[in-house]
């Protein structure tokens, strides 16, 4: 991409209104623009980070063996009405009329829809396990939206749903998607930490919030210092063998958030073991049994010819607000970090002297060639000063910064710099394109 035919609106200054750094760098990197309380255009920068999110989520979700679809943002009360979670749902659900006076609203989860796919479709054991998910924008009307896309009421989730003939069959399912999370979030650069969670009326102990740990998160949470060392499952996770294992290694350690904290559990680890800190909830996993199956009427033939109600759970991943998350996460004084894997574009490449051919063609070259490559790069082709370019380059947070000048290329040199480490490297054009290819 040249940054001449792009669309990156700058700001220079900080908007006042921005409370938290990842809002306030989302602002100024013009990756996003408010629309209303808590709903955002995603412009060109943020919504290529947010799709290099989506992806990664997908990936994991497909390798532990769920299924995508797509749900429409308007459901119908009628479904909810099933649940009985059309009235208890209260003020956050955003409802809606249509012209013929239908009572619809705009969706803040599925539970009740996937289980009307389900219910329609399945008819016995011998078709499960399943576990259908989707990636599609949510609305909550958050009483106080804030933080861009932290908090925001129109929101990107991804959501998970398995359906399972009994609850040992249903851990299971659990399992995959808990290894599943672990690996998502090491993959976006991420340490994310599985924490007890709040199960309801269901109790027991499958409900994890995976929380990353920031200053500015707004959970309160607890955990032994050991869990911020454990090794993320490889690539090489067998989904299909038993991964209790890997679970039971991943929760031994204390780690809770706020509800389900045991002040003396807690006391019991040694002193400067004790992880007292703020989070943030990235996601939320949740086995809850029969709640939907067994009133929506989702039941499947077992073996033994009688019907029982499906064991169900849920797993969502804040796709929209891992965007402010890994900012919150990896940025300094000058701007973004973005850990490689999400990177709007890898290559920064900066031309110091537009207008000059030998600086222009050079720069065309290197553009040519890394696109070939296969390398997503932006190329600033303006004619702007280079302290504003490396300015721009440093606040947008591109990995890699290939910066080409007169001077240097009079003796056949590049530099290449670090956005992590402010490293800075002279080097030949040869040995810059095969660093970065
Ligand atoms: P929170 O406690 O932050 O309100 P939640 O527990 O209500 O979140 P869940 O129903 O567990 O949210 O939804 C799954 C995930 O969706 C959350 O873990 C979070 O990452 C994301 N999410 C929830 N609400 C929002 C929101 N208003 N804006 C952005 N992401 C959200
Ligand atoms: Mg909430
Ligand atoms: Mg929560
Ligand atoms: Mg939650």
Redo the contacts with the bound molecule.
């Keep these: 991409m040249r940054l001449s035919n792009y669309f990156l609106p700058i700001l220079k200054e900080a908007p006042r209104e921005a409370e938290i750094v990842s809002h306030r760098l989302m602002l100024r990197a013009g990756m996003i623009r408010q629309q209303a309380a808590?709903i955002y255009s995603w412009l060109p920068l943020g919504y290529r980070v947010l799709r290099k999110i989506e992806q990664i989520v997908r990936e994991e979700q497909e390798r532990a063996g769920a299924v995508e679809v797509l749900m429409p943002t308007i459901q119908s009360a009628d479904l909810w009405r099933e649940s009985g979670r059309y009235d208890a749902y209260g003020a956050e659900m955003l409802r809606i009329q249509d012209r013929h006076e239908r009572e619809m609203l705009y969706g803040p989860?599925n539970e009740e829809m996937i289980t009307d796919i389900f219910r329609t479709y399945v008819r016995s054991y011998k078709d499960l396990p399943l576990n259908l998910y989707h990636i599609q924008w949510?609305f909550?009307d958050?009483r106080r939206?804030r933080f861009g896309?932290?908090?925001?009421?129109e929101?990107m989730?991804k959501?998970a749903y398995s359906f399972d003939t009994d609850k040992e069959s249903a851990r299971h399912a659990y399992n995959r998607m808990f290894v599943a999370y672990l690996r998502t979030y090491a993959r976006l650069g991420l340490q994310a930490i599985p924490m007890r969670a709040d199960t309801g009326p269901i109790g027991g102990d499958m409900s994890h919030?995976?929380i990353i740990l920031a200053s500015t998160g707004?959970?309160q949470v607890f955990c032994h210092k050991d869990v911020l060392e454990l090794k993320v499952p490889g690539e090489d996770t067998d989904f299909s063998s038993d991964l209790t294992p890997i679970v039971d290694e991943w929760t031994r350690a204390y780690a809770a958030t706020d509800e389900m904290h045991d002040e003396a559990a807690f006391a019991e680890i040694p002193a400067d073991k004790q992880v007292s800190a703020r989070g943030i909830?990235?996601?939320?996993i949740?086995y809850f049994g029969t709640k939907y199956s067994e009133p929506m009427g989702a039941k499947v033939a077992q073996a033994d010819g009688s019907e029982q109600a499906v064991h169900m759970g849920s797993y969502?991943?804040?796709v929209?607000?891992?965007v402010g998350g890994i900012i919150e996460a990896c940025h300094d004084d000058n701007g973004i970090i973005w850990p490689e894997a999400v990177a709007p574009f890898q290559v920064g490449l900066i031309n110091l002297k537009s207008g000059d051919a030998a600086t222009d063609a050079a720069c065309a070259d290197l553009y040519e060639k890394l696109n070939k490559a296969g390398v997503d790069v932006l190329y600033d082709d303006t004619d702007g000063r280079a302290g504003a370019k490396f300015a721009t380059m440093d606040l947008i947070g591109v990995p890699w910064q290939l910066i080409v000048g007169p001077r240097g290329l009079a003796s056949g040199e590049v530099e290449l710099k670090r956005r992590a480490t402010g490293e800075r490297e002279t080097m030949t054009i040869e040995a810059a394109l095969s660093r970065l290819t």
Aim: hydrophobic fraction near 30%; aromatic fraction near 10%; glycine fraction near 18%.
């Design positions: 808590g989860t949510k909550r958050e939206p896309v932290m908090r925001g009421r929101f989730m959501d919030e995976f707004e959970s909830e990235v996601g939320h949740f969502g991943i804040g929209s607000r891992l």
